[in-house]
């Protein structure tokens, strides 16, 4: 595996790849390294599941009956 991060300033980018590449598919991604960090944050919202509230007090939960077909 190759990763390496630059800064470019053309619009074309030529990618030496080793010689035990050659005959394997290998897939090429490009990004902004910004932008990835940015979207990984908005990601990592918490969920919350506050539209379902349940009391739940005095309830025993019961493995034959859960079981029975």
């Known amino acids: ?3 390496t ?9 030529i990618l030496l790849l080793p ?3 050659l005959g394997k598919q290998i897939e ?3 990004f902004i390294v910004d ?3 940015n979207q990984a944050a908005q990601f ?14 005095g309830y025993k939960f019961n ?7």
């Open 28 to 30: 090429i991604i490009a």
């Open 19 to 21: 010689d035990d590449f």
């Open 1 to 3: 595996m190759i990763r």
């Open 44 to 57: 990592k919202k918490s969920k919350t599941f506050s539209s379902i509230q349940l009391d739940t007090r």
């Open 5 to 13: 991060i630059i800064t470019v300033d053309k619009n074309n980018l």
């Open 63 to 69: 493995r034959e009956e859960a079981n029975e077909r």
């Open 35 to 37: 932008e990835a960090k």
